[in-house]
């Protein structure tokens, strides 16, 4: 009897604490956490990580708890579907349903989208590599296999390096916290050498592995007392220079590096101006009107026939006859107007394709296409935006979509059209880039569900037939031909009308978004 009451006791005040705290407003279960140990005092924690979509294994946090930890200012316009952190000197834009994020005016891009979860804003748990970790955001060091994060706590002093490149030559400028000493040497010839001492650096951070003007590539070692850089040189740069000198605006050191091409009687200025600052929500405004024409692409056509199934269907035909469906179901349903690259049977180019995208002023592009594998089994739906490829898969697609260049233009082998995969990424167009992606998942999650075929996902890559269009755009992929069962399916008129159907409908989403994200 005695010992009944302190049990009593404990047991209410169990009942109280259920109804008293708050539950997380997030409704699904955490998967797994995060280890995070802070520099700066604060206590070590577990912050829950969820599983978000069943499409996918990635981990995803809430960006709640994201802004905690970083201690970023939040702003969350719910009508324009957008969070922005403040996080040090760096303001995050998350876009629901985006793969971008913007990072001042930069982009960075996530494998998969950021989402709205029960009242929630959930960030891929990859967006702290990919997006924090890889601009050294508060000294970051995060362990992806033991999940585990450490904030604030290597000091670096050696913060990071950029180049600038013109006609005379090269620089690489290290920013430094401190006034450091360095030596400098080249005994090796093409290879530069610098030790920084007392320097402490994110050896990660100064690896550059394409060349950056007359440095072909940076490595960098980190002992206990001191940094080393390489750098590998160029044959053309004729000399060298470093020098440090002091950055008035932000009271840093900039310890740089001349590479000049010729004698020069000058070495030029470092030009040091202020990083433009952003006001936030600049780009909030709405970049897609309502929908008045949409252009419609059928990949392939005349001698390029694309790809071939194992009973003789080809590609240019299934995507010529979806997209005349297509058309005809946008301007009943939508009464919107259609532009086709082409209506025929002809080899139209790819330049050529956004050009009559473009001059016609359409609000929204669409390219279809049908997939192909030298495995029999490989098969189901993906749609594709322009964006540096990111998998193995993506790149092959990429090349073999490119591969039309090579009925355009017969002297192109294919490395060079392989080679088109990098020249594309410069050209993206920043500016679109957002709308794309958030197309390319409503078509996708439409197609996904619907076709009954396996759902591969929303990719990107570097399509040359997406480049150079003023428009949110996408790639469709409707089926693999190389798949027997997908080959027949996609001679159907039944198969034909749900990828019509799904596709319309998707357009119908996008567009009642950024009706309500208003202006
Ligand atoms: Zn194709």
């Known amino acids: 009897m005695r010992s009944g009451l302190p049990i009593m006791l404990a047991v209410t005040a169990l009942l109280l604490l ?32 969820y599983r978000v979509d069943e499409s996918t294994k990635e981990y995803y946090l809430s960006a709640y708890d994201l802004a905690r930890i970083f201690r970023a200012t939040k702003f969350w316009r719910p009508g324009a579907r957008k969070l922005a952190l403040r996080i040090g000197q760096r303001r995050y834009l998350f876009t629901i349903d985006t793969r971008v994020v913007m990072v001042d005016e930069e982009t960075c891009l996530l494998h998969v989208p950021v989402r ?3 009242g929630d804003v959930m960030i891929p748990l990859v967006f702290i590599p990919l997006g924090l970790a890889a601009r050294d955001e508060g000294g970051l060091d995060y362990d992806s296999s033991r999940l585990l994060l450490v904030v604030g706590s290597p000091r670096y002093n050696v913060e990071s390096i950029t180049f600038l490149n013109d006609e005379s030559g090269s620089k690489a400028v290290i920013s430094l916290t401190e006034e450091l000493l360095y030596h400098v040497d080249s005994e090796t010839p093409g290879l530069l050498r610098i030790k920084i001492y007392g320097g402490k650096l994110n050896p990660r951070k100064f690896t550059i592995s394409e060349p950056r003007g007359l440095f072909n590539r ?3 070692e980190q002992t206990s007392h001191d940094s080393y850089l390489f750098f590998d040189v160029s044959g053309s740069a004729r000399r060298f220079r470093v020098n440090v000198e002091p950055d008035r605006e932000s009271g840093k050191y900039n310890l740089v590096i001349y590479l000049e ?8 200025d470092a030009d040091f101006s202020p990083r433009r600052m952003v006001e936030i929500f600049e780009e909030s405004e709405r970049k897609v009107g309502p929908l008045k024409l949409v252009a419609i692409d059928p990949g392939h056509g005349g001698i390029d026939r694309g790809k071939i199934g194992a009973s003789g269907v080809m590609e240019k035909d299934v995507n010529l006859q979806v997209a ?8 009943e349903r939508l009464g919107v107007d259609v532009i086709l690259t082409r209506s025929e049977d002809v080899l139209v180019p790819l330049d050529k394709r956004a050009e009559i995208a473009n001059s016609a002023g359409a609000d929204i592009f669409i390219s279809l296409h049908c997939n192909g594998w030298f495995h029999p089994e490989a098969n189901g739906v993906e749609t594709f935006f322009l964006a540096p490829a990111r998998t193995e898969d993506e790149v092959r697609l990429a090349n073999e979509e490119n591969l039309s260049l090579k009925y355009e233009n017969p002297s192109m082998s294919s490395r060079e059209v392989s080679e088109i995969q990098f020249i594309l990424w410069d050209m993206v167009q920043n500016e679109y880039i957002s709308e794309s992606s958030e197309l390319a998942e409503i078509v996708q999650q439409e197609l996904g569900s619907r076709l009954g075929i396996r759902n591969r996902g929303v990719k990107q890559a570097g399509l040359k037939v997406l480049k150079g269009l003023k428009m949110p755009a996408v790639l469709v992929e409707m089926g693999f031909l190389s798949n027997p069962e997908e080959e027949h399916l996609l001679t159907t008129y039944e198969f034909r009308m749900k990828v019509v159907n799904a596709i319309v409908d998707a357009i119908i989403k996008f567009q009642e978004r950024y009706a309500t994200a208003g202006g």
């Not at 956490?33 to 520099?39: C, E, I, N, R």
């Open 116 to 118: 709205y979860v029960e």
């Open 18 to 49: 259920t109804f008293v705290v708050p539950s997380r407003s997030i409704a699904i279960e955490p998967e797994s956490s995060l280890g995070v140990v802070y520099a700066d005092g604060r206590a070590t924690e577990d912050v829950p990580l």
């Open 261 to 268: 091409k010729g004698e020069l009687p000058e070495i030029p």
């Open 324 to 331: 005349l469906m297509l058309a005809d179901a946008l301007r």
């Open 218 to 220: 940076v490595r960098a």
